[in-house]
């Protein structure tokens, strides 16, 4: 009986705080619900913009090196719709290094430029602007080729910037920096035969 009695007064309660209370918790359950919405419309729509990037930049790669027009225009799409995309930065790389091979140095320079500093992932950042300084070895404009190399961020490009600043040292005519440079990545080349015999024989050849 006790039960009975607890478990109306319980009732009671609680209909009680649905009478006074219901207009706030309908409200509320309607915010609950209304930033679901919103946020399964972000992430859906951040999906779609993700798959747009990547079946651009697949287009971008498939497309034949002599099409260039075409590559800069969806390249520029890219760059300006998806830019918060790893996809943006990777055609910027992609497009710097077809203009590079292509001898067009001033807009391949600029388009490096783009990809190190906007580019999404420091992987291709540290690669733009590895291509960005042998770019600039190609002009003969070696002060900017060392400011290119020395800005390469990436761990794992830091035997390649040291091998590459060793070639600008020489390029300069600095045998004791260009020495110094290539000593420090062979010994991170040590257990790789053919690169670290590729760097050997630059060493070899400054003498001692």
């Not at 291709?124 to 961020?153: H, P, V």
């Amino acid at each position: 009986m006790a039960v009975d009695i607890d478990d109306n007064e319980q009732n009671e309660k609680l209909r009680d705080i649905w009478i006074n209370y219901k207009n706030f918790i309908l409200i509320g359950l309607g915010l609950l619900l209304a930033v679901y919405i919103g946020f399964t419309f972000l992430v859906n729509q951040e999906t779609k913009r993700n798959e747009m990037a990547s079946q651009l930049y697949q287009e971008i790669l498939i497309e034949k090196s002599e099409n260039l027009e075409n590559i800069q225009l969806k390249t520029n799409s890219l760059k300006k719709d998806h830019l918060h995309t790893p996809y943006a930065g990777r055609a910027s790389l992609h497009l710097g290094q077809l203009l590079a091979k292509s001898n067009k140095y001033e807009e391949s320079i600029n388009e490096l430029k783009w990809a190190s500093d906007k580019a999404r992932e420091v992987s291709i950042q540290s690669l733009a602007s590895y291509t960005l300084a042998l770019t600039y070895i190609a002009i003969k404009d070696y002060k900017n080729a060392k400011i290119a190399a020395e800005s390469i961020a990436s761990n794992g490009f830091k035997a390649l910037k040291m091998d590459l600043m060793g070639d600008i040292y020489l390029l300069e005519g600095n045998v004791d920096k260009a020495k110094e440079a290539f000593t420090t990545a062979l010994e991170f080349y040590k257990d790789k035969n053919e690169l670290a015999q590729v760097i050997q024989t630059k060493i070899d050849a400054l003498g001692k």
